[in-house]
């Protein structure tokens, strides 16, 4: 049996066509696969890799965490020196009304605890999300997902959870004094890349306020500097009450966080008590990984950098065939005209040494997010390696 058909057959699939790249090792903005072949990786594990691969520092405090202790306890139980740092980093850098972290595992279970919070606080149920959203996997993140043909064949899902459209004013006004939660991405991933038109999303932030909902922003992706700010709703002039993180605050590690006011926070302790447990949450290992991350990223000018190289992208990455590039920072998608551009060009790539990858939704995008960390000689590479290839299938007729 081939690497590949182990891998098919082992290992749960959930597309028929992986990219079965068979990794051997990573470093900086690149992967190496097992017969030596360098791919510049301009997808950073979908945006997960905000600072490269084996940045040494976060191996080094990983290690040292490792030879300390890993698990001792469940969450919440005892007092640990990574975790404890790095909630007090991270919510040091928010607004004051942000200011108590709670981690978890991933980016869903943000998700999942972060509907749990405005629940509680509000004493309602219902739910507001936004067409086109992602959300995760789970069943309240699948709940407020806004594509009914990946839900449907899950139903029944969590009841009272409604949509509206992604920039819509009119769409406002279903933000009542019933709705515990409104959430929203700060910038839509899957719909594909679409931000937020100037001051709808300080619009939204009024109306929660003036009928008591809680407004949770989902900074799974657009989190961690991607978007040339620490987090994405910082482009747009508001302060969410709870904010959902994951993806690039682990460094690599898997991880997720949930980010409110500690008054908010602690109505977990009580009606009922122990409102939400994980055994794992803050877990010292991932913690000591965010942590280093955490200050690698902030302590130079990583973030305000990566709007400088959308500009780069955005000089480089011209072509006929690229209509638009949508996005901000380095979460940028180049869109085609034809829906089926984007898979093949992102295979041919990949042949080519260049990984990218597509959206969940907007199948006429390239998915362009890589490491923060990249260089001007890299993205220069990087785009001429995209154009070059986008002038191949002109030649070949199949643009
Ligand atoms: C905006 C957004 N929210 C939530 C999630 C779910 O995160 P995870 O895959 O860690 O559960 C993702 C993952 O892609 C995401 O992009």
Redesign the pocket.
């Known amino acids: 049996m081939t690497r590949l058909e182990e891998f098919k057959k082992y290992q749960a699939q959930t597309t028929p066509y992986p990219l079965a790249l068979d990794i051997d090792h990573a470093s900086g903005s690149w992967i190496w696969d097992k017969s030596g072949k360098k791919y510049l990786d301009l997808e950073a594990g979908?945006?997960a890799n905000v600072i490269g691969h084996s940045n040494p520092r976060v191996i080094k405090a990983i290690k040292n965490q490792l030879d300390k202790y890993m698990h001792v306890m469940v969450y919440g139980e005892f007092i640990q020196d990574a975790p404890l740092a790095f909630c007090k980093m991270l919510t040091e850098m928010l607004e004051p009304e942000l200011n108590c972290m709670y981690m978890v595992n991933?980016?869903?279970?943000?998700?999942e605890a972060s509907i749990k919070l405005a629940k509680r606080v509000t004493g309602r149920s219902e739910m507001i999300g936004a067409k086109w959203a992602?959300?995760?996997?789970?069943q309240g993140?699948l709940s407020m997902l806004g594509v009914e043909e990946q839900k449907s064949a899950f139903r029944p899902l969590i009841p009272d959870v409604h949509f509206m459209e992604f920039n819509n004013w009119d769409d406002i006004s279903m933000i009542t004094e019933r709705t515990a939660g409104v959430l929203l991405?700060s910038i839509q991933?899957?719909a594909g890349f679409i931000l937020p038109k100037d001051g709808w999303l300080t619009a939204v932030r009024k109306r929660c306020t003036e009928v008591g909902a809680q407004l949770i922003i989902?900074e799974?992706?657009?989190g961690f500097g991607r978007c040339g700010r620490l987090m994405g709703y910082q482009n747009f002039g508001i302060t969410p009450d709870i904010v959902?993180v994951?993806?690039a605050m682990g460094g690599g590690l898997?991880v997720?966080g949930f980010i409110s006011s500690l008054e908010k926070m602690q109505m977990f302790l009580d009606n009922p008590k122990m409102g939400h447990v994980t055994t794992f949450g803050g877990n010292p290992v991932i913690a000591a990984s965010c942590l280093e991350t955490l200050r690698i990223l902030t302590e130079g000018d990583i973030i305000p950098q990566t709007l400088e190289k959308e500009k780069i992208f955005r000089c480089h990455l011209v072509h006929p065939a690229i209509k638009e590039i949508r996005g901000m920072g380095l979460m940028l998608a180049p869109m085609f005209e034809k829906k089926d551009t984007s898979t093949l060009l992102m295979q041919r790539l990949l042949g080519k040494g260049v990984i990218t990858f597509l959206l969940l939704y907007e199948k006429h995008a390239l998915r362009l997010s890589p490491p923060l960390t990249i260089s001007e000689e890299e993205i220069i590479y990087g785009c001429k390696k995209i154009c070059e290839e986008l002038d191949l299938m002109q030649n070949e007729g199949l643009l």
């Open positions: 979908v945006s991933s980016g869903t279970e943000a998700i992602y959300h995760g996997n789970t993140s991405e991933g899957g989902d799974i992706q657009p959902a994951g993806k898997p997720g």
